[in-house]
C-alpha cells in the first residue's frame, strides 16, 4: 500500500454549524435577571390559638388601609401614596416623643390590610414605600455608626441595625368590601 | 514610467475566515454559560409592577414561579378576560397551588428545600383577591418565602 497524506479536512463550514448553535441558544434561553420585594408570610394560624393583640398599645400600631380604589387610609386619615414614606419614617423614628405615634422602632409595627379589590400596582407601591421608609432610616443609622449604608454592612454590624429597626410588617387578612 | 505602476490584479487580498469558527464559539459558551432554559411559555399578560426596593435572586432553580395575569390575546376567547393563574404551562386554580409547591420539593435535593422560594410574578392589573388566595394557600403549604416579582426602578 502506498502511503499517501490524508487530505485536509474542508473547516470552511465550521462558521456556519456554530452559527446554528449561537442562534439555537439565543432562541431558547433567557437572560433576564429577577428582581423583587422579598417577603416571609406568616404561618397559619393554629385553632386553638388566640391571637392577643391587647398587649400592643395602639400608638405602636400603624394602620395602613388600601381600598378597591386604590386609596389609602393611614391612621384613619386619607394619604397619597407619595406621602406614605415620610410618614412611616416620622411614625418610626419617633422614640416617645409625639404621643400619637411609636414609642421606639422595635415595637413599632406596621399593620397593612387591602381590599381584595385592589390592583396588584398599588399594593407593589405601597409595600415599596413601607421597604423604603425602614431602608432610609437604617442606612441614616448605619451611616452614623459605621459610615456605610446598610446594604454595605457585613454580619454583626448589620444585625445591629436590623435589631434597631427590625422590619415588621403585618398583613391581616384581606377584606372584601369593594367587590369587583 | 514602470514605477507608479499599479500593482496588477488589484483589490484587496481576501481576509482569512480560519478564525471566524473560534469567535462564533466564544460568542456560543458565552451565552450558554451567561444564560437559562426558558422554562415555560407565557400563557397570561405579564407587566411587572416597578419598584425600587428590590433583591435580586441569587439562584434560579430554587425558584417556582407562579404567575398571574388575563390571558394572552389568543386565549381570551377559550379562557375569558380576567386575571388567571399558569402554573408551570397550564392555567390552573388556587387550589393547585400547594400541589404545585409540593411537586417542586420533590424535585429539589434535600438539603436545599429550606431555600426554596416562590416568585409570584403577577400583572400590574391583577386584582390583589387572586394573590391573597395564592399567599392563604402557600401559607398552607408552609412555603413562607415569597417574592413580589417587579423591574426595579432606579430614583
Redesign the interface.
Known amino acids: 500500500m502506498s502511503r499517501r497524506s490524508l487530505p485536509e479536512i474542508n473547516?470552511?463550514s465550521?462558521?456556519d454549524?456554530?452559527?446554528l448553535?449561537?442562534i439555537f441558544?439565543?432562541v431558547?434561553?433567557?437572560?433576564d435577571?429577577?428582581?423583587?420585594?422579598?417577603?416571609?408570610?406568616?404561618?397559619?394560624p393554629e385553632e386553638e390559638e388566640i391571637i392577643d393583640d391587647s398587649q400592643i398599645k395602639a400608638r405602636n400600631i400603624y394602620v395602613v388601609l388600601v381600598n378597591a380604589k386604590d386609596q389609602l387610609l393611614v391612621e384613619e386619615e386619607l394619604m397619597d401614596i407619595s406621602q406614605l414614606r415620610e410618614g412611616t419614617k416620622a411614625f418610626l423614628d419617633n422614640w416617645g416623643k409625639d404621643p400619637n405615634l411609636s414609642d421606639n422602632p422595635q415595637k413599632a409595627i406596621v399593620s397593612l390590610q387591602?381590599?381584595?379589590?385592589?390592583?396588584?400596582?398599588m399594593?407593589?407601591?405601597v409595600?415599596?414605600e413601607l421597604?423604603?421608609a425602614y431602608?432610609e432610616l437604617r442606612d441614616r443609622e448605619a451611616q452614623k455608626k459605621f459610615g456605610v449604608k446598610y446594604a454595605e454592612l457585613k454580619g454583626d454590624n448589620k444585625k445591629e441595625i436590623r435589631k434597631m429597626f427590625p422590619e415588621k410588617i403585618s398583613e391581616a387578612?384581606?377584606k372584601?368590601v369593594g367587590e369587583? | 514610467m514602470s514605477r507608479f505602476k499599479k500593482k496588477k490584479g488589484g483589490g484587496t487580498p481576501a481576509i482569512s475566515t480560519a478564525s471566524l469558527p473560534d469567535i462564533v464559539f466564544m460568542l456560543l459558551f458565552f451565552f450558554m454559560v451567561t444564560t437559562v432554559m426558558r422554562e415555560t411559555t407565557l400563557l397570561v399578560e405579564n407587566t411587572l409592577p416597578q419598584a425600587s426596593e428590590v433583591k435580586k435572586i441569587e439562584d434560579k432553580s430554587l425558584c417556582s414561579y407562579i404567575y398571574v395575569g388575563a390571558p394572552v390575546a389568543g386565549m381570551k376567547s377559550k379562557f375569558g378576560t380576567q386575571p388567571r393563574i399558569q402554573l408551570n404551562d397550564a392555567f390552573r386554580l388556587s387550589s393547585d397551588v400547594q400541589e404545585f409547591v409540593a411537586a417542586k420539593r420533590e424535585s429539589t435535593s434535600e438539603e436545599k428545600i429550606p431555600q426554596l422560594i416562590t416568585c409570584i410574578k403577577a400583572d400590574v392589573d391583577a386584582k390583589m383577591g387572586l394573590i391573597s388566595d395564592i399567599k392563604q394557600e402557600l401559607r398552607k403549604a408552609k412555603a413562607f418565602k415569597i417574592n413580589y416579582a417587579t423591574f426595579e426602578r432606579v430614583e
Open positions: 473547516a470552511g465550521m462558521a454549524i456554530a452559527f448553535l449561537l441558544f439565543l431558547t434561553t433567557t437572560m435577571v429577577d428582581t423583587g420585594l422579598v417577603r416571609k408570610l406568616p404561618a397559619m387591602n381590599d381584595r379589590g385592589t390592583s396588584y400596582e399594593y407593589i407601591s409595600q415599596n421597604s423604603a431602608r387578612e384581606p372584601n369587583n
